[in-house]
């Protein structure tokens, strides 16, 4: 069925490069599905190295121009942009659902999620601020000023295509960059129509560049951002692969980078927590956009003493989902992106079985509903070998672990490459602080379970990556300091 919007210009489907709407250089075209029925309902351009290298010349030619446009002004620009993604919140938010899968409130909520991030960085933009150094000798004035690092290329994933778009998107343009971005195969619709309303808000051109490619052509589009000497910082969200391919290949031009890659969480449940608050936080968090979030819960790890009460109430509430397309009002969990997503689901559901887990509920994929559809799952009696507890699981799947002492399960939620988002429920204020203190990890949530908000620091450490979204040190990311230093005048 196609999509019909309230204002179906918001579907341009075709690159944007210096401020025209353009196709592919061999006018080649990508299919895009709805992740429910795996029917085809648009198309975009499949782009080209032809296609990328237009781009970064459009964005390094555009670049003077923006970083000299003052502060404030710059500022206006990125606000009317904010205030036109609120205005299409309906639209954008049935485009997010109709290409990614998330319940339509799920994905309305991501509109307004995304929005929150273009409007905190439109007000950053008049404050950027440097340093007046004290001189340690006689005669001469220090000063740090702040500068745009200049043509930024930001690659992004499919599960949250507005939210990931934004948090990149605003803070390279307040800081006076320009852009060129390549969204994920699965989900090109929605950063189109968001770059559509940035040319509305009166971004000039050149300074936002889009172009879209299939999985067999993102690495030739991204190469040549990565060889490019012009292009000065990459900024990628998505799997830890691909984000240490991409520091490996931008080496030779030393570029900036920001890596918000996997992550395998830890939600741990203390015998002094509030076990019925641990349960809504683990839905919250485990479950949002079907549980393919990077700061979901992979591993949970429940204290002996209030482990039968906490995974009865999970496995009560987890039963009781409603799972269908995001057309339907009811669904609270979508289908998964992609026939690879719920292999995955499946493989590690089905290893951690042969390893000895228990299927509390769910377990199986749901062909009733459609190929891409796995079933809310609860495990128990997971261990640290399974591949559920190793490895991303990027679904709706929650593996339980018991144990016994504070040292032990610290020992257990640490013992990964990974460090991005950790959870944990207590009510002992001396464990709440030593906990914080021992999780290797860059976001930790203490008796909550929905943690980002464009105000905070949002990063991992280890191979969860390095760089920070949102907040004011989201827009440091995308500038250096030049140190000037003026000694004596001859008189
Ligand atoms: N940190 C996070 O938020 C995310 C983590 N993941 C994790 O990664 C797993 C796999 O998901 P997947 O979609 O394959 O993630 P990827 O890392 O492959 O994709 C993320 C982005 O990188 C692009 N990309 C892929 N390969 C290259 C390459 N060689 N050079 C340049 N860009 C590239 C993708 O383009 P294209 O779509 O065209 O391939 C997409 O735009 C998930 O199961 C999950 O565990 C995934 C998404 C987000
Ligand atoms: O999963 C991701 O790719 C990061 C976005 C999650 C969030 O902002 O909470």
Known sequence: MPLTLQRQDLLPARHFIGGEWCEASDA???DVSDPATNAVFASVPDGTAADARAAVEAAHAAFDGWRKVPAKQRAQTIKRWNDLIVAHQDDLGRLISREQGKPLAEGKGEVLYAASYVEWFAEEATRITGDIIP?????????????PV??????TPWNFPAAMIARKIAPALAAGC???????????????????????????PGVLNIVTASRERTPEVVDVWLDDPRVRKITFTGSTPVGKHLARRSADTLKKLSLELGGNAPFIVFDDADVDAAVEGLMVSKFRNG??????????????????????????RVGALVVGPASDPASQIGPMINARAV???????QDAVAGGARVLTGGTRLPA???????????VDANASMACSCEETF?????????DTEAEVILAANATPFGLAAYFYSNDVRRIWRLADALESGIVGINEGALAAEAAPFGGVKDSGYGREGSTHGLDEYMHFKYVCQGSLSA
Request: hydrophobic share 45%; charged share 20%; net charge positive.
């Open 28 to 30: 080649r075209r990508l």
């Open 135 to 147: 001189a340690p000798v006689p005669g001469r004035r220090m000063f740090a000023f702040k500068e």
């Open 291 to 316: 549980g393919q979030t990077c700061v979901c819960p992979n591993r949970i790890y429940v204290q002996a003493g209030v482990y039968d009460a906490f995974v009865a109430k999970l496995a009560a």
């Open 150 to 155: 200049g043509v930024i290329a930001a690659i």
């Open 395 to 403: 679904g709706p799947v929650a593996p339980v672990t018991r144990f």
């Open 369 to 379: 509903l459609g190929a891409n559809y796995f079933a809310p799952t609860v495990l």
């Open 178 to 204: 320009t852009v060129v971005c390549k969204p994920a195969e699965d989900t090109p619709l929605t950063s189109l129509a968001l770059v559509k309303l940035a040319e509305e808000a009166g971004v000039p």
């Open 343 to 349: 292999e995955k689901i499946e493989r590690h559901v």
